[in-house]
């Protein structure tokens, strides 16, 4: 349906954990119409995360069905496990950075030695992560913190904005309804089914989808039973499922 481009975006159960979301800046303004999703339910703008972690390809494990009863505050929890998200830089440190995606959700990122940089499709270092830049961040994604095994700067991008726009996402709101919606082609599947995955295949299909339907945070990536990946979404009201077919474009979004 989409091809991804990564470089541009004009770009068991703990307790549950808090994904940051602050008033819209410049960069992520006037979003957006209403959609579908429904498993994000907080108090005081806290936003349960749900995922396991997984093996360097594809892990044998099962996700967790997600069940928002399961804390007073609703949300499903569960083990990190690799994804991402897109957004632009707001705040460099000595181990990192913070950025804001299209919706205002506030991600940290945690940098090590191994992270890899790259800016568009060309080799680059950490220098290349200024504040206001726009950077799509994959790793292994434990709430609205990310271990970044990879930082893509996007030249002229705009971490998501007119992407999230016309996907129409839904910023999460407090006691907000998710909307019943549904956008393209859904596969045939079951909450809970499918194979956890990482490494290159997770990636691919983490960029897809944040290129598309960026603004909340990939906290997981499901291979399902027909081949296609269910990329969970979370930190907005709707979508939390995007669909990506086995050649990595986007088929529809729940």
């Given at each position: 349906m989409n091809d991804y481009d990564p470089?541009?975006?004009?770009?068991?159960?703990?307790?549950?954990?808090?994904?940051?979301?602050?008033?819209?800046?410049?960069?992520?303004?006037?979003?957006?119409?209403?959609?579908?999703?429904?498993?994000?339910?907080?108090?005081?703008?806290?936003?349960?995360?749900?995922?396991?972690?997984?093996?360097?390809?594809?892990?044998?494990?099962?996700?967790?069905?997600?069940?928002?009863?399961?804390?007073?505050?609703?949300?499903?929890?569960?083990?990190?496990?690799?994804?991402?998200?897109?957004?632009?830089?707001?705040?460099?440190?000595?181990?990192?950075?913070?950025?804001?995606?299209?919706?205002?959700?506030?991600?940290?990122?945690?940098?090590?030695?191994?992270?890899?940089?790259?800016?568009?499709?060309?080799?680059?270092?950490?220098?290349?992560?200024?504040?206001?830049?726009?950077?799509?961040?994959?790793?292994?994604?434990?709430?609205?913190?990310?271990?970044?095994?990879?930082?893509?700067?996007?030249?002229?991008?705009?971490?998501?904005?007119?992407?999230?726009?016309?996907?129409?996402?839904?910023?999460?709101?407090?006691?907000?309804?998710?909307?019943?919606?549904?956008?393209?082609?859904?596969?045939?599947?079951?909450?809970?089914?499918?194979?956890?995955?990482?490494?290159?295949?997770?990636?691919?299909?983490?960029?897809?989808?944040?290129?598309?339907?960026?603004?909340?945070?990939?906290?997981?990536?499901?291979?399902?039973?027909?081949?296609?990946?269910?990329?969970?979404?979370?930190?907005?009201?709707?979508?939390?499922?995007?669909?990506?077919?086995?050649?990595?474009?986007?088929?529809?979004?729940?």
């Amino acid at each position: 349906m989409n091809d991804y481009d990564p470089t541009s975006q004009s770009s068991a159960e703990p307790a549950p954990a808090a994904l940051a979301v602050k008033p819209r800046r410049s960069h992520a303004r006037r979003l957006l119409s209403k959609k579908t999703g429904g498993l994000i339910v907080a108090a005081g703008l806290t936003c349960a995360v749900a995922g396991l972690a997984g093996g360097t390809s594809a892990s044998a494990a099962s996700v967790t069905p997600l069940d928002v009863t399961a804390t007073p505050t609703g949300g499903p929890v569960a083990d990190p496990s690799e994804g991402g998200a897109t957004g632009i830089v707001d705040t460099k440190s000595t181990t990192g950075f913070t950025f804001s995606t299209a919706t205002g959700v506030v991600v940290t990122v945690d940098v090590a030695s191994t992270t890899k940089y790259t800016k568009g499709t060309d080799r680059t270092t950490a220098k290349a992560v200024k504040e206001g830049a726009s950077v799509l961040v994959l790793g292994t994604v434990d709430s609205a913190t990310i271990a970044a095994t990879q930082v893509i700067v996007q030249p002229k991008g705009d971490g998501g904005v007119a992407a999230a726009a016309a996907a129409g996402v839904v910023p999460f709101s407090q006691g907000t309804p998710s909307p019943a919606k549904s956008v393209g082609e859904i596969p045939a599947y079951t909450e809970g089914e499918g194979t956890i995955l990482a490494g290159t295949t997770a990636d691919k299909a983490v960029k897809a989808a944040q290129a598309v339907v960026p603004g909340g945070v990939t906290n997981r990536v499901v291979e399902l039973s027909g081949g296609e990946y269910e990329v969970h979404n979370v930190g907005v009201n709707w979508p939390h499922h995007i669909f990506v077919s086995k050649d990595f474009k986007v088929l529809g979004w729940e």
